[in-house]
Each structure stands twice: as structure tokens, then as C-alpha cells.
């Protein structure tokens, strides 16, 4: 099993940038694809962007090109690098992990308690 600890979300203006952090503990593998889930208020959980190494990344479109996922084993972090924000990003933003060697897309197994993201207009 895994622990995810996420942190990092705030309120920003339009055109700002954050980072959040997502640390693991626990069971912690670099096979393990980790990502970011996001869901805002009336509608479904929506992946933001998942890895499993340096070059194996993927990302929703509405993200791409402003959204960097990258993670640090020695520190079992995940990091997601939001910039160019916008209103449509406010979200609450969730950690994922998923089991050894299965693909990013994968139905989650694991995940925390989230972080608020709002931007402002």
C-alpha cells in the first residue's frame, strides 16, 4: 500500500503558475505510474497528467503545453508544474498511484486526500 501526501494548491490569478507535490511512502516503486487526477465542482474526476519515467508521460490536452509532470525517486515526489492558469483550472487536484507496471491510465489504486486549486479571473 501506498501513502500520497499532496501539497502545494492555493488561489492564483489567471496566468499564474503553481507547483504541487505529491510525496510517497510506503510501498514506493519506480515502476509504479504516478500521476494527477483533478475534479471540479459538478463534474467527473478528470486525468491532468500521469508518469512512469522521464520520457513515458502523458497528459490531457487541455493541459499540454502548460502543464509539466515530473517525478524525483530519491525523493518518492511527484511534482506537477502548472503554468499559464487559467479559471477553468480550479479544481481539486488528486495524487494517484498505481501498482507495478501498470500503465498510467489505469484505474488508480491509491490516492489523497487532494489539494484545492482555484484561479481566479
Known amino acids: 500500500q501506498v501513502q500520497l501526501v499532496e501539497s502545494g494548491g492555493g488561489l492564483v490569478q489567471a496566468g499564474g503558475s503553481l507547483r504541487l507535490s505529491c510525496a510517497a511512502s510506503g510501498s514506493v516503486s519506480r515502476a509504479r505510474a504516478m500521476g494527477w487526477y483533478r475534479q471540479a465542482p459538478g463534474k467527473q474526476r478528470e486525468l491532468v497528467a500521469g508518469i512512469v519515467s522521464g520520457d513515458n508521460t502523458k497528459y490531457a490536452d487541455s493541459v499540454k503545453g502548460r502543464f509539466t509532470i515530473s517525478r524525483d525517486n530519491t525523493k518518492n515526489t511527484v511534482y506537477l508544474q502548472m503554468s499559464s492558469l487559467k479559471p477553468e483550472d480550479t479544481a481539486v487536484y488528486y495524487c494517484?498511484?498505481?501498482?507495478?507496471?501498470?500503465?498510467?491510465?489505469?484505474?488508480?489504486?491509491?490516492w489523497g486526500q487532494g489539494t484545492q486549486v482555484t484561479v481566479s479571473s
Open positions: 494517484y498511484s498505481n501498482p507495478p507496471f501498470y500503465s498510467i491510465t489505469s484505474p488508480p489504486t491509491s
